[in-house]
């Protein structure tokens, strides 16, 4: 009798619980409840289910990245950063998200424009040109299946004489509603100089202070 009790004001609280609230002028927040997956199994079921998120597999990850991407878009169409608005239109270099560890945990793809299509020779890109753009989007997924988006990482190859520690790149930092953080040289410059002393170590290594998309992840 009581477990009846307990199993119905569960089903209830599930009932309840049946949102996808994707708001891209509020948030960008998307909950995966268990009672969006216990539909009809004829049909397509649209959302993966987070149950897994230290686990998450490639085409998981994906499927979430695919859901949340049109309210990314809407936030970041209004960013007062050019690049911010424009990236998406630009060649991804990674085949499905993967957790970042050295970018708070998050969930990452890596973009790059036109000037900067040498980064998807990785190790071989060798240094690049003046103009090229690297951006890193990301989102999380928290122990209990809630998906947030999060920050854009940007790295913007600049003219020679622009920084010599940085190699010329400034790095950039665009938080989740489209606002910017901070900037080499610009405002908020102290807000990513944590950017520059990481990345200098792939400079150590002989890279552009880049250190390319984990081999697991590469596009074929
Ligand atoms: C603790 C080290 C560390 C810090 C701090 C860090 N990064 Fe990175 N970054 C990496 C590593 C490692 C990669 C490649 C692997 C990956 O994607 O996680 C990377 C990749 C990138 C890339 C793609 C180009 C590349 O190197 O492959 C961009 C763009 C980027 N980071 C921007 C930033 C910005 C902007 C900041 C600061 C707001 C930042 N990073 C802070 C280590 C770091």
């Known amino acids: 009798m009581l477990l009846r009790h307990f199993l119905v004001a569960i089903g209830i609280l599930l009932l309840a619980q049946v ?119 990301s989102f999380t997924v928290t122990d209990d299946g809630m998906v947030e988006a999060g920050p854009l990482f940007i790295m913007e190859k600049m003219d020679d004489g622009f920084n010599y520690v940085t190699g010329n790149w400034r790095y950039t930092l665009v938080l989740a509603d489209g606002a910017v953080y901070g900037q080499t040289l610009g405002d908020g410059a102290q807000r990513v100089e944590y950017c520059i002393s990481c990345h200098l170590a792939a400079q150590v290594q002989g890279a552009d202070h880049i250190f390319f998309v984990p081999e697991a992840f590469r596009l074929p």
């Open 19 to 137: 949102t996808v609230h994707v708001d891209a002028q509020q948030s960008s927040t998307v909950q995966y409840s268990d009672s969006e997956f216990s539909g009809d199994p004829d049909e397509p079921r649209r959302h993966t289910r987070v149950t897994n998120p230290a686990t998450l597999s490639g085409p998981e990850a994906e499927a979430i990245y695919h859901d949340l991407a049109p309210a990314m878009e809407a936030t970041f169409s209004l960013s007062p950063s050019a690049i911010a608005r424009d990236y998406r239109a630009w060649s991804r270099f990674n085949t499905a998200p993967y957790r970042s560890a050295t970018h708070g945990q998050r969930f990452i793809n890596n973009y790059a424009n036109a000037v900067g299509a040498a980064y998807g020779r990785h190790e071989d890109a060798g240094v690049l040109p003046v103009g090229a753009i690297l951006v890193k989007d």
